[in-house]
């Protein structure tokens, strides 16, 4: 093993009782503690449509994807004529590092294994909820499943507390729950997200050496 291989290998990083893959793992760990988010690391696999397995990172049993709602015939170009029906709370999400460059034949497969929202998030927890208009511009963020949009953004509503993952426009800056204004530009989200990129595990646990 070279020493580059040494520097870009996960790290396996022990944190509240989980063994985790990788620090970047672990540091959304910390961050959906901080903000009181129920967790579930690796919770199961899906088989895809080749036949190979896939574990979604995590799964947040009380987060809302957008309204809640779920397109069943999209209607027109513009979206008129859309039909939709009720979805639960519950989301997935898939973890990437910062480096991440999209690689349409791994998220074809993995969307493949499952029907539930899969979102996709790429860097630590300040690169990909907070920070995510400082890298060039960039909102790497991808609702995955069912296939939507990119520039996902990750939103928490003070009042009660709901969780929403939505597209990132004016427009959806409200709590499904609620209807009380919300966005990503929180300060306890920013606190959580800051605290979260900079924790540090081998204080924590002494497995982390």
Known sequence: ?????????????????????????????????????????????????????????FFLPDAILREGLEIIEPGDFDGVGATYKKRGPGVYFEIKPFSYITDHLYEERILSSMKMPLILFVGDPLEAVVNIHLWNGENKNIQLQPWWDNYMVFMYCKDCNTIKVDFDEGNYYYCPKCNAPIDWKNHAISHAAEVARNFRFQFYDPRNK
């Open 1 to 57: 093993m070279d020493a580059e291989e040494l520097v870009t290998r996960p790290k396996p990083t022990w944190y509240n009782n989980y063994y985790f893959r990788s620090k970047l793992e672990a540091k959304w760990a910390v961050f959906f503690d901080l903000m009181k988010i129920k967790w579930n690391y690796e919770p199961e696999q899906f088989t895809c449509k080749d036949g190979s397995q896939y574990t979604p990172d």
